[in-house]
């Protein structure tokens, strides 16, 4: 059994080494760029994270779909509960909604990620790049907003729809590493009746939640090449810095705007990817 183990071990960090080895300079720079652009996004936006690291974690650095959708919660959970510190500071988060929401989200990432580990690389990706386009579209549009003026003005949500809709969410995100914040935060904003700035910052808590929980459903069946993993998690904490300074000085809609049609083209992009290859392997059996 150990020695088993040993072999297992020493050919994954074969693997994780002929990958380095194959890594040209340019793709590394635009990981740490799109790396520098989840953190920015998270601290702004409260999301975003996943839509950027999944692409860039398995098109820039090579890694499989699945190891690179867990990669992505980790990477997701570490850099949002680290942004979460300067919205809380700023009075920007509901502990006890976002508690409420994220126990919930937590329940539906775990199941997520253990149905996910069952599911072919490429049918995980081609669901990301839908829920990709779907997350765009949505951004695009926009979403009405009803933000009450005065804090003790917050209606008090419907405990059941809320929890309802974190393990909705949490199960999407589980299973595809993605629909985090794009999902969270509209759901605190609509069902909640929290202010778009409030439900950031307070999706952060619920994205980190369900993140770690998502993670911990996918070590059932993926090991990480941890190196690549923690370098692209301290570049994306650098950038939630940026992102947390910068929230509430750059026109929301604008922003959302700009960054909807950012992720409908990287949807678009994945689907190209993977979607020709899939029916060229149907049409062979």
């Known amino acids: 059994m150990g020695f088993a183990g040993g072999q297992h071990s020493g050919a994954l960090r074969r693997v994780n080494a002929d990958r380095a080895a194959r890594m040209e300079p340019q793709l590394i720079l635009v990981a740490l760029v799109l790396a520098a652009l989840v953190g920015v996004s998270l601290g702004l936006l409260g999301g975003g994270g996943s839509i950027l690291t999944v692409p860039a974690l398995t098109y820039a650095l090579g890694m499989p779909p699945r190891e690179a959708i867990a990669a992505s919660l980790f990477v997701v959970g570490v850099t949002s509960a680290v942004g979460m510190i300067g919205h809380a500071r700023a009075g920007r988060v509901r502990w006890k909604m976002g508690v409420l929401f994220g126990i919930a989200g ?25 829920m990709m386009i779907l997350t765009a579209i949505a951004m695009i549009r926009g979403r009405k907003s009803q933000d009450p003026t005065t804090p003790g003005l917050e209606p008090k949500p419907a405990v059941a729809r809320i929890a309802l809709d974190g393990f909705g969410v949490g199960a999407a995100t589980g299973l595809v590493g993605a629909g985090g914040g794009f999902l969270v935060v509209p759901a605190l904003n609509l069902l909640g009746g929290l202010p778009m700035a409030i439900a950031v910052g307070t999706s952060l808590l619920v994205i980190a939640m369900k993140s770690f929980a998502g993670f911990g459903g996918y070590l059932f069946s993926v090991q990480l090449d941890w190196p690549i993993v923690l370098a692209f998690t301290g570049t994306a904490i650098a950038g939630s810095f940026l992102g947390v300074a910068l929230a509430g000085r750059i026109p929301e809609r604008a922003l959302r705007q700009g960054f909807g049609i950012f992720v409908l083209l990287m949807g678009a992009f994945v689907l190209i990817q993977e979607v020709p290859p899939m029916l060229a392997s149907l049409s062979l059996t």
Do not use: C, D, S, T
């Open 106 to 130: 937590m329940a539906g990432a775990f199941a997520g990620g253990i149905l996910g580990g069952f599911i072919p690389g490429a049918v995980l990706m081609i669901l990301f790049a839908i």
